[in-house]
């Protein structure tokens, strides 16, 4: 099991860029595949991200495309989501979330963060 706490969130302008990041407890880290998650107010939770247990591959939802990174450490039990450009529409509690398995496509995870709120402002 793990447990995985975000961190970051916050209130920026449009075009602005934040950080989020989300450190997992235990010392299996490395054997998860680690996604990102967000929901609006209103809306139903959506998938943002995803990222291999290597960290060599990568997966995002179209509307993110070029402009959020997502990246892990597992020497620090820790994965991020760097965002950049941001638009209003990306307001939303941000959801870290991990899952045993190797296909980083499949949007069925076992974790969850308690999230974190990202506000962003016209």
């Known amino acids: 099991q793990v447990q995985l706490v975000e961190s970051g969130g916050g209130l920026v302008q449009a075009g602005g860029s934040l950080r989020l990041s989300c450190a997992a407890s235990g010392r299996t880290f490395s054997r998860y595949i680690m996604g990102w998650f967000r929901q609006a107010l209103g809306k139903e939770r959506e998938f943002v991200a995803a990222i291999s247990r290597s960290g060599g591959s990568t997966y995002y939802v179209d509307s993110v495309k070029g402009r959020f990174t997502i990246s892990r450490d597992n020497d620090k039990n820790t994965v991020y989501l760097q965002m950049n450009s941001l638009k209003p529409e990306d307001t939303a509690v941000y959801y870290c979330?991990?899952?045993?398995?190797?296909?980083?496509?499949?949007?069925?995870?076992?974790?969850w963060g308690q999230g974190t709120q990202v506000t962003v402002s016209s």
């Open positions: 979330a991990a899952r045993n398995g190797l296909d980083i496509t499949r949007r069925e995870y076992d974790y």
